[in-house]
């Protein structure tokens, strides 16, 4: 089989020794129950708690120890294009066999669900997590086509100020939702000047994501003096950039999100 890049995998024999180097993908693979087989993780894999006491920490997922990866002895490290440098996986690729994913929108992410059954050999488990995905997605569907059409921006960073914008899974999530992303016509995570944001869109909200940010009330009073007129809504962010099983719970969250804005045109 290939990877979501085009990299061939070879599953003649199941991998047994797994490093992971994406949260969310993390978190599935514990979902698929792959408890016992993951023996290296990033600093940043806080699901579930208890493998930050129980797995070994490798790094971050932009900055790894590769000789800790090394003494693991990993059968197969799986990666990320986007929360995973090319330098990294070519490190990772003179150790052992590397998965990197390619995520965008929910297909793809279903896709990598399919993918990961048949290489640990986990297809029940993966078909019960995608189900469970698809029946809370029919059921979001069919809520949020009643709701109005909202225009949002998305922060992700600040100094700079950085928004999530085309070509992201977060921006699948905000159409999906019925929000119509300001920055939709940039590409991946721009750096955007704050002053411009009315020229650039004037949304009727603002989302401060909780990560990779820590935002705080100051920043939404800081952004509020820009936009005037714009609610600055803290959210948040793994459930609008985690993939994997992660989305089992998103779309309930996606709902009470709808809920807690209300309507702006009160």
């Known amino acids: 089989m290939i990877d979501q890049l085009g990299n061939p995998i ?3 024999v199941t991998p047994k020794r797994i490093v992971s180097l994406v949260p969310s993908q993390t978190e599935l693979l514990y979902d698929l129950g ?8 990033t600093k940043f894999c806080v699901h579930p708690f208890h493998f930050k006491s129980t797995k070994q920490i490798v790094g ?3 900055n790894i120890k590769i000789d800790k990866i090394k003494q693991l002895n990993p059968d197969i490290i799986l990666c990320n294009k986007e929360e995973n440098t090319p330098e990294i996986v070519k490190a990772c690729q003179e150790i052992c066999q590397v998965h990197v994913s390619d995520i965008v ?6 896709e990598l669900i399919i993918d990961y059954g048949v290489i640990f050999k986990k297809r029940t488990n993966a078909q019960r997590i995608i189900d469970k995905i698809q029946f809370h997605l029919n059921n ?3 809520f949020v086509k009643d709701q109005d059409v909202l225009k949002v921006a998305y922060f992700i960073w600040r100094e700079p100020w950085m928004v999530a914008a085309n070509n992201t899974f977060i921006n699948h999530l905000l159409q999906l939702n019925k929000y119509d992303n300001i920055y939709d016509n940039l590409e991946r995570y721009p750096e955007v000047e704050l002053k411009k944001i009315r020229l650039e869109g004037d949304p009727e909200i603002v989302f401060l994501s909780s990560e990779p940010y820590p935002f705080k009330d100051e920043h939404a009073f800081e952004i509020g003096r820009k936009t005037h007129h714009a609610k600055t809504v803290f959210v ?3 459930y609008f950039s985690w993939y994997g099983s992660r989305l089992i719970k998103a779309f309930d969250y996606f709902i009470k999100l709808r809920h807690r804005l209300g309507s702006i045109s009160d």
């Open 236 to 238: 948040d962010g793994e």
């Open 140 to 142: 979001f569907k069919t």
């Open 60 to 62: 971050g997922t932009k």
């Open 105 to 110: 929108t929910i297909e793809d992410c279903l």
């Open 10 to 12: 070879d599953i003649s």
């Open 34 to 41: 792959l408890d016992e087989s993951i023996v290296g993780i």
